[in-house]
């Protein structure tokens, strides 16, 4: 499972994995300040607060030159771009800071269970068939059969989109640039469920001229990969093998991070 479809949302599951073990966490807290000291509420909720602060800062740190260019991109969380390890120091720095010592096992039971539980939902499903790039053909803006198999022999960033979608329209520029940058790597942008003259239209009205741009109107591609959402965007290695999926709108910073696990 990718994502969790709530009406017209796709939530990443991913997302849903960390709520639940911060839940976990907050809620063993709040079970202590009833039982124990009340001081376990608000430790629990500033620890929280700080991690994810933390986490977020520790991944803009990291791709500093590329938050340089836009710099209010920094705030822009909904796009993802969190470091765990910089959370979990943070987040845990704090906890073990302000804790009183004699509450120190009654804090390790918090911490513990919120463990557990990330331990199970992380380590779950591990299993399964490999996923590989799908053999469809497909069709060029101009009309001319593509076969999705004739992209291997390079990496392959399959964005799946529609010009209805404003997440979608937000990353597309910045996909297509980052595509021309980067020739190592094939990109081809893959409109569901759209005809020619839309997308055409799209296109040149934002100046874009994506090399590889796909059509795909009965959304046979969304079918075949289980698309639960857009944009979702896949990333293929040289072989076929899918490497990496992203449910939602990429930042740059999270493109590049994923080019360089392609590589």
């Known amino acids: ?20 073990v911060l839940l976990v966490l907050v809620g063993t807290a709040e079970f202590l300040a009833r039982k124990v000291d009340r001081r376990f509420s608000p430790w629990a909720y500033n620890a929280v607060f700080l991690g994810l602060v933390g986490a977020r ?15 209010l991109s920094m705030l822009y969380v909904w796009q993802g771009g969190f470091d765990p390890v910089w959370g979990i120091l943070v987040g845990g720095g ?13 804090a390790l039971v918090a911490v513990a269970l919120a463990g557990l539980t990330a331990g199970v939902l992380f380590t779950r499903g591990g299993g399964g ?15 001319t059969p593509v076969n999705l198999q004739d992209f291997r022999g390079k990496p392959l960033v399959l964005n799946t989109w ?8 937000r990353e597309l520029p910045m996909m297509v640039r980052l595509s021309q940058e980067h020739k190592e790597v ?15 239209a799209f296109l040149e009205a934002q100046g874009l001229a994506p090399e590889w741009v796909l059509l795909d109107p009965e959304t046979q591609l969304s079918q075949a990969l289980g698309v639960q959402g857009l944009p979702t965007t896949f990333f293929f290695d040289s072989e076929g093998r899918l490497v990496a999926r992203h449910l939602g709108e ?3 910073a999270l493109l590049l991070g994923y080019l360089r696990a392609l590589r």
């Open 1 to 20: 499972m990718d994502a969790v479809q709530v009406g017209p949302l796709a939530i990443p599951w991913t997302r849903i994995q960390v709520a639940l």
């Open 250 to 252: 990429l930042s740059e």
């Open 94 to 106: 704090y906890a073990l800071m302000v804790v009183p010592k004699h509450l120190w096992r009654y």
């Open 162 to 169: 529609a010009t209805w979608c404003p997440p979608c329209r």
């Open 129 to 143: 068939q490999e996923a590989r790039l799908p053999k469809l053909e497909l069709s060029s803006l101009g009309g």
């Open 57 to 71: 800062l520790g991944f803009v740190l990291e791709n500093l030159s590329t938050f340089a260019k836009e710099p």
């Open 186 to 200: 094939r990109f081809a942008f893959v409109s569901q469920g759209e005809g020619p003259a839309a997308v055409r």
